[in-house]
């Protein structure tokens, strides 16, 4: 992975489908298969996440994410 993307992975601890995001991306993941799938994340030095629990820019764990080995203590 580069410092400039970010990887969300379908399980815990970055195992899993893996789902790479270059910088610059808008990734609208609501509605869609992907919706409540990610696990963990891992971001790339250079890049930045900002996430929502729901698709209106709200609920908890809002802001900007950094590397983390499980989603659920995002919020």
Known sequence: MSEQEV???SRLNYTGDAHTYAV???ENLHP???NDKFKSVKVGRKAKVLA??????SGTGNG???SLTSLTSAG
């Open 7 to 9: 990887t969300f992975y």
């Open 24 to 26: 610059g991306t808008d």
């Open 32 to 34: 869609g298969e992907l």
């Open 52 to 57: 929502w629990q729901h698709s209106n820019q």
């Open 64 to 66: 900007t994410l950094t």
